[in-house]
Protein backbone atom coordinates (compact mmCIF):
# COMPACT_ATOMS: atom_id res chain seq x y z
CA UNK A 1 0.00 0.00 0.00
CA UNK A 2 1.53 3.29 -0.97
CA UNK A 3 0.46 6.26 1.16
CA UNK A 4 0.42 9.78 -0.69
CA UNK A 5 0.70 13.01 0.71
CA UNK A 6 0.65 16.66 -0.34
CA UNK A 7 1.81 19.53 0.48
CA UNK A 8 2.05 23.18 -0.50
CA UNK A 9 -1.30 24.60 -1.03
CA UNK A 10 -2.71 27.71 0.45
CA UNK A 11 -4.40 31.12 -0.20
CA UNK A 12 -2.60 32.89 -3.29
CA UNK A 13 -3.48 36.35 -5.09
CA UNK A 14 -4.91 35.76 -8.54
CA UNK A 15 -1.86 36.48 -11.08
CA UNK A 16 0.25 34.37 -8.07
CA UNK A 17 1.72 31.13 -7.97
CA UNK A 18 2.23 27.75 -5.54
CA UNK A 19 3.83 24.54 -6.25
CA UNK A 20 2.52 21.52 -4.73
CA UNK A 21 3.98 18.48 -3.74
CA UNK A 22 3.20 14.99 -3.31
CA UNK A 23 5.34 12.73 -1.42
CA UNK A 24 4.90 8.90 -2.17
CA UNK A 25 5.93 6.24 0.58
CA UNK A 26 7.00 3.35 -2.02
CA UNK A 27 7.38 3.11 -5.77
CA UNK A 28 4.42 4.37 -8.24
CA UNK A 29 4.18 4.90 -11.79
CA UNK A 30 2.02 6.82 -13.81
CA UNK A 31 0.70 10.17 -11.51
CA UNK A 32 -1.56 12.69 -11.55
CA UNK A 33 -3.18 15.28 -10.29
CA UNK A 34 -6.60 16.27 -10.07
CA UNK A 35 -8.85 19.14 -7.84
CA UNK A 36 -12.28 19.49 -7.09
CA UNK A 37 -13.93 22.90 -6.17
CA UNK A 38 -16.61 23.30 -3.73
CA UNK A 39 -19.75 22.68 -5.43
CA UNK A 40 -18.43 20.40 -8.50
CA UNK A 41 -17.09 17.07 -9.21
CA UNK A 42 -13.18 16.00 -9.31
CA UNK A 43 -11.98 16.54 -12.57
CA UNK A 44 -8.19 16.01 -14.11
CA UNK A 45 -5.86 18.09 -14.31
CA UNK A 46 -2.33 16.80 -14.90
CA UNK A 47 -0.76 13.46 -15.87
CA UNK A 48 2.66 12.53 -15.79
CA UNK A 49 4.53 8.85 -16.86
CA UNK A 50 6.94 7.09 -14.62
CA UNK A 51 9.56 8.45 -17.58
CA UNK A 52 8.41 12.06 -16.91
CA UNK A 53 9.09 12.34 -20.90
CA UNK A 54 5.27 12.11 -21.37
CA UNK A 55 3.08 14.93 -19.83
CA UNK A 56 -0.61 15.39 -20.27
CA UNK A 57 -3.27 18.86 -19.05
CA UNK A 58 -6.30 19.63 -18.87
CA UNK A 59 -7.13 22.32 -21.75
CA UNK A 60 -8.20 24.95 -18.80
CA UNK A 61 -4.49 24.68 -17.21
CA UNK A 62 -2.01 24.65 -20.19
CA UNK A 63 0.59 27.31 -20.24
CA UNK A 64 0.02 27.65 -16.74
CA UNK A 65 0.63 24.62 -14.85
CA UNK A 66 3.95 22.41 -15.08
CA UNK A 67 3.23 18.58 -13.85
CA UNK A 68 7.38 17.31 -13.34
CA UNK A 69 8.42 14.34 -10.93
CA UNK A 70 11.58 13.13 -8.99
CA UNK A 71 11.86 9.85 -8.92
CA UNK A 72 14.63 9.25 -6.48
CA UNK A 73 12.51 11.26 -3.76
CA UNK A 74 9.13 9.55 -4.75
CA UNK A 75 7.82 12.68 -4.99
CA UNK A 76 5.55 14.54 -8.35
CA UNK A 77 4.73 18.49 -8.19
CA UNK A 78 2.48 20.73 -9.91
CA UNK A 79 4.30 24.28 -10.12
CA UNK A 80 0.79 26.33 -11.07
CA UNK A 81 1.38 30.25 -12.16
CA UNK A 82 -0.65 32.79 -12.81
CA UNK A 83 -3.58 31.79 -10.92
CA UNK A 84 -6.84 32.61 -11.38
CA UNK A 85 -10.04 32.57 -9.01
CA UNK A 86 -11.63 29.56 -10.68
CA UNK A 87 -8.78 27.59 -9.76
CA UNK A 88 -9.72 27.48 -6.10
CA UNK A 89 -10.17 23.76 -4.68
CA UNK A 90 -8.72 20.94 -2.99
CA UNK A 91 -6.06 19.44 -4.77
CA UNK A 92 -6.13 15.71 -4.86
CA UNK A 93 -2.67 13.76 -6.10
CA UNK A 94 -3.00 10.35 -7.63
CA UNK A 95 -0.52 7.36 -8.44
CA UNK A 96 -1.09 4.10 -10.36
CA UNK A 97 0.67 0.90 -8.60
CA UNK A 98 1.57 -0.71 -12.27
CA UNK A 99 2.25 -0.30 -15.51
CA UNK A 100 -1.06 -2.58 -15.83
CA UNK A 101 -3.31 0.00 -13.64
CA UNK A 102 -6.09 1.66 -15.76
CA UNK A 103 -6.95 3.62 -13.12
CA UNK A 104 -5.09 5.74 -10.77
CA UNK A 105 -4.82 2.57 -7.46
CA UNK A 106 -3.90 5.39 -4.47
CA UNK A 107 -5.24 9.10 -3.85
CA UNK A 108 -3.94 11.66 -1.35
CA UNK A 109 -6.09 13.90 1.05
CA UNK A 110 -6.05 16.84 -0.90
CA UNK A 111 -4.20 20.35 -0.51
CA UNK A 112 -6.35 23.52 -0.16
CA UNK A 113 -5.87 26.42 -2.77
CA UNK A 114 -7.44 29.32 -2.68
CA UNK A 115 -6.32 31.97 -5.08
CA UNK A 116 -8.23 35.67 -4.20
CA UNK A 117 -9.24 37.78 -6.75
Known amino acids: QVQLVESGGGLVQAGGSLRLSCAAS?????MGWFRQAPGKEREFVAH????????DYADSVKGRFTISRDNARNTVYLQMNSLKPEDTAVYYC?????????????WGQGTEVTVSS
Open 26 to 30: GRTFS
Open 94 to 106: AAKGSYLSTKYDY
Open 48 to 55: IRLSGGST
